[in-house]
């Protein structure tokens, strides 16, 4: 079952915590979260899933910044969020989809007991300009049914900022 709008307000600092929280985010059922300013890159144009791999660090300005089509950018967003005993899902708003831009390829399934800021996986079909503090995608909750053991794992767990794969360290 997804939580209606009015029961994610009824939860906050309960088993959902959204920080800042700004109630005009609020969907009928979901939660808008904001773009952070910062984006991430990889360095090579072939990249390794046994290694780290190197990233370039990008800031969006006010005035925006143009993403280019067939180049993967790591972005977060600004919110900080909590979750225990329900399960966060993230996708992109259709207003943003509309315009060719893909916030998450694959990671929009979230786990019980996840604590920091999502990691965004954007991806355009042709150049956009992108500008920080928009309300790029949106965040909505499932219950869960059933003995559960929550998120603790050290890869993205607690995470301060944009993260890199860290696909690597499952290799070890």
Request: charged share 25%.
């Given at each position: ?23 005009k985010q609020l969907n009928p059922n979901s939660y808008n979260l904001k773009l952070h300013n910062e984006l991430l890159t990889y360095d090579s144009g072939m990249l390794d899933m046994k290694k780290p791999n190197a990233t370039r660090k990008l ?114």
């Amino acid at each position: 079952m997804i939580l209606s709008g009015r029961e994610i307000k009824h939860r906050l600092g309960k088993d959902i915590f959204i920080e800042p929280f700004d109630e005009k985010q609020l969907n009928p059922n979901s939660y808008n979260l904001k773009l952070h300013n910062e984006l991430l890159t990889y360095d090579s144009g072939m990249l390794d899933m046994k290694k780290p791999n190197a990233t370039r660090k990008l800031s969006i300005p006010e005035e925006g910044l143009v993403l280019e089509p067939q180049r993967l950018y790591l972005g977060r967003i600004k919110e900080y969020t909590k979750t225990f005993d329900l399960v966060p899902m993230l996708e992109g708003r259709s207003s943003i989809g509309r315009l060719g831009l893909f916030i998450h390829i694959t990671a929009g399934f979230g786990d019980v007991g996840f604590c920091g800021y999502w990691t965004l996986e954007i991806f355009c079909i042709h150049p956009i300009r992108i500008y920080p503090n928009v309300e790029i995608c949106q965040i909505y909750y499932h219950t869960i049914e059933g003995d559960y053991d929550s998120y603790e794992s050290g890869k993205y767990q607690l995470n301060k900022g944009i993260q890199a794969s860290k696909l690597y360290e499952d290799f070890k």
